[in-house]
């Protein structure tokens, strides 16, 4: 057995390289434990590089998900206060119908409340106008300009209707309506109101009973379209809750790939603080083992 | 034997155990001098004086001193001081090319390419909103500088290499001429002590030529090196060939090394620090290739899915992204004239499209996820990812490769120690016995001449 010669230069380069090993190990550590980071760089886990990015990539994805969910969210609930007003104008226009197509009402008096039909259109124009900060809720993707004419009630929008994405694949709720389709479909919302204004100008009750069927199809309408919108509410909140779930999986999935276990890279640290400690007094004890200094 | 003749015997005496202690001396005082290797007294019987028929000893004397060295272990270790130099280059140049791509602060390309999509997913909030198409460019900018930055890092480190190989070169080449000049001088040496010196030193010579550049060394038996790179000799006696460092058209550096008629080309066999520096250069060619592909597919798909919308005014739309073939990455911008105008964004999917309309919008957003990359299976963020994930590979490769050669080198250079160190506590015990030697030598002396006083009393 032959025995390798071992120099006092030898020991001290090998104590000296292994203390700068743990040295460096202890760098690495303290950068861990003072980020919280176990993957720093792409070389720290290069496999799981481009599953991070995705990871990342998608929970920036739900972010917007959860931002376009509450943004259309409030859009729709403003939009259902439109219709809520709409409801209440069609429910006064028919009360005002059923009252003037009374027999206890003469002529002149329904020729006079035609005044009272007119107001109601003004509401009803109102409604169909219904906006939030400047934008048309039932101009379609017209949005940028009223949806009815304030005059003639014509529809000015747009038969394409806006949308924001709530979810991967496609999925994604409505932020304004059609309202042509909304408020002008089996029973025409508008046109019921017109038609009751003109039946009390010509002072007939037959005239003004026959709108009632038509303001009850508008009722009708209005009870259609809020349940559409309700829908697409309660998709905007389905779509929120959701992102937001999703936001709280992939965070924990991204904190498993990339984040360090707190107790585990403490105790990591303390353990190779004490070798690099025990390191430093072997190399101060070996500095002191000369023969030449006893001499 | 006459005692005149005991005299001359301790004298010598004296005279080894002076030249003990100068060669205990010199190893002392180079025991931490790189590369040098200790030296051991060699000493020789004189020949017997016949005397009365009898051959006496007459001393011993100092003929040389002899230099350890162990030629298989050097030799490795100017292989392994040459690997251990080119993985740690390789290394360090790729961790600084790996910062380029921040994947700490989350700031890199990858982060900025999710950015610009929800930007434009922002958008289909409101594709007329005027902020929510500035948000949409500004952040489509972020992506394009970010991808410039780090394309501009990237031809910085691979430009770096060539302007330090060139300012190197001609120290290399100074180098290569004093290993000549040494070899001559070890050949023409006349003392032991003294060629060994000139050996040490074109030793340390040698190993800085392959830590710094990957020659390798074969020592002859006439105490010459011959040093070589890639099997072309560089160094032959006392003969020397220098190299050359140009720019290739491709904007790497290529290092030629003269022959006895032209050059040759050794860029692929440079070993040692430049060689891992040259390593580096075709792992940075590799990434610029990479990111260069990676722009050119995303920005052709998108631009050619903007041309199928319609800005705000109702034209179809222009190119978004503009990049040059061949420098993609380095070149990767916003067109000029959309990103002074955000209506240019051709977000409608109609040329008489109303506010609202951003059919084409949910169309460019839709490029993100679309399977563009490595033959239809992988998306942007993938494929970006896979850079990423190629940089960290080749770093974390380079890392390996760098300890295991730390390692081997830590191992022949405690074997070279073992060989050819200086021990302290050899050399004080050595100390010990020459001022030992010396001090029973000294004795005799004066032991002989008592014994010749007492002679000198006897014939008074």
Redesign the interface.
């Known amino acids: 057995m032959s025995i ?7 020991r001290l ?2 104590l000296s ?1 292994q203390s700068r090993r743990i040295g460096d190990q202890m760098a690495r550590a303290q950068l861990e434990a003072s ?1 919280g ?1 176990k ?9 799981r ?6 990871v ?2 998608s929970r ?2 739900q ?2 998900y959860t ?2 969910a509450d ?1 259309a969210f409030q859009h729709l609930a403003a939009a259902d206060g439109g219709l809520g007003g709409f409801a209440q104008v069609i429910s006064e226009a028919r009360e005002l119908a059923v009252q003037m197509s009374s027999e206890t009402y003469n002529t002149d008096s329904r020729i006079n409340s035609q005044a009272d039909a007119t107001a109601l259109f003004d509401r009803a124009i109102q409604h169909g106008n219904t906006n939030l900060g400047g ?1 048309y809720l039932f101009a ?5 300009s009223e949806a009815f004419d304030s005059v003639t009630g014509a529809y000015l ?2 038969t ?1 209707e ?4 709530v979810a991967d694949g ?1 999925v994604s709720v409505l ?2 309506f059609d309202g042509s389709n909304l408020l002008q479909g089996s029973g025409d919302v508008i046109t019921a109101i017109q038609n009751l204004e003109t039946a009390l100008g010509t002072g007939s009750a037959t005239n003004v009973q026959a709108t009632i069927d038509e303001l009850d199809a508008a009722l009708e309408q209005i009870a259609v379209a809020r349940t559409v919108l309700g829908g697409e509410m309660q998709r905007a909140e389905d779509g929120r809750d959701m992102a937001q779930n999703m936001t709280i999986a992939l965070a924990s999935q991204e904190s498993d790939l990339v984040d360090v276990d707190a107790v585990e890279s403490f105790t990591n640290l303390f353990e190779i603080q004490q070798a690099f400690e025990a390191a430093l007094q072997v190399t101060a004890n070996a500095r002191s083992s ?3 200094s006893r ?1 | 034997m006459s005692l005149i003749s005991s005299l001359n015997t301790a004298a010598s005496g004296l005279r080894v155990a002076s030249q003990g202690i100068n060669v205990t001396s010199h190893n002392v005082t180079n025991a931490t001098t790189e590369g040098y290797s200790r030296r051991t007294l060699r000493v020789e019987t004189s020949l017997p004086a016949l005397s009365g028929g009898f051959g006496i000893g007459t001393g011993a004397n100092p003929v040389g001193a002899k230099r350890s060295a162990d030629i298989f272990v050097n030799r490795r270790l100017v292989d392994a001081v040459g690997q251990d130099s080119r993985s740690s280059s390789r290394y360090q140049t790729l961790r600084t090319v790996e910062a380029s791509f921040d994947e700490v602060s989350q700031n890199g390309p990858a982060s900025l390419l999710a950015n610009f999509f929800d930007s434009m997913s922002r958008l289909t909030q409101d594709p007329s909103d005027g902020s929510l198409r500035e948000d949409a460019l500004t952040q489509g900018e972020r992506f394009t500088d970010g991808i410039q930055k780090v394309a501009g890092d990237l031809q910085t480190g691979r430009e770096s290499i060539y302007e330090e190989l060139e300012q190197t070169s001609s120290e290399i080449n100074n180098r290569l001429s004093q290993v000549a000049q040494f070899n001559a001088a070890i050949t023409a040496s006349t003392t032991e002590m003294g060629a060994g010196d000139f050996m040490d030193k074109r030793d340390q010579l040698i190993h800085e030529l392959a830590d710094e550049f990957g020659f390798t060394a074969v020592f002859n038996g006439d105490g010459t090196a011959q040093v070589s790179i890639g099997g072309h000799a560089a160094v032959t006696g006392a003969e020397f060939r220098s190299i050359q460092v140009q720019q290739t058209a491709a904007g790497v550096a290529q290092v030629d090394l003269e022959t006895g008629s032209g050059t040759v080309d050794v860029t692929d066999v440079v070993g040692g620090y430049f060689g891992g520096r040259l390593d580096a250069q075709s792992d940075i060619v590799g990434f610029e290739a990479d990111l260069n592909t990676f722009v050119d597919t995303l920005g052709t798909a998108f631009n050619t899915q903007h041309a199928a919308g319609f800005d705000q005014t109702g034209a179809p739309g222009g190119d978004f992204f503009t990049f040059s073939a061949g420098s993609e990455a380095a070149t990767f911008s916003l067109d000029t004239a959309l990103a002074a105008d955000s209506s240019l964004i051709a977000a409608a999917g109609l040329a008489t499209a109303a506010a609202g309309d951003g059919a084409n919008l949910e169309s460019l957003i839709g490029v993100e996820s679309q399977l563009l990359f490595a033959g239809g299976t992988q998306d942007s963020t993938e494929a970006l990812g896979a850079v990423y994930a190629s940089v960290g590979r080749a770093v974390a490769t380079a890392e390996m490769d760098n300890y295991t050669a730390s390692a081997t080198l830590d191992d022949l250079r405690a074997l070279r120690d073992a060989a050819s160190g200086v021990d302290l506590d050899q050399e004080a015990a050595d100390l010990l016995a020459w001022q030992a030697s010396y001090q029973a030598s000294a004795r005799v002396v004066t032991t002989t001449n008592q014994m010749l006083a007492e002679l000198m009393e006897i014939v008074r």
């Open positions: 390798v010669r071992s120099t006092y230069h030898s380069s090998a390289r980020s980071l993957v720093l760089r792409a070389s720290d886990a290069p496999g590089t481009s599953y991070i990015h995705s990342r990539e920036a994805d972010s917007e931002s376009n943004w934008r379609g993707e017209a949005y940028d929008g747009d394409e806006p949308e924001v994405a496609n932020t304004g000369l023969l030449f001499l």
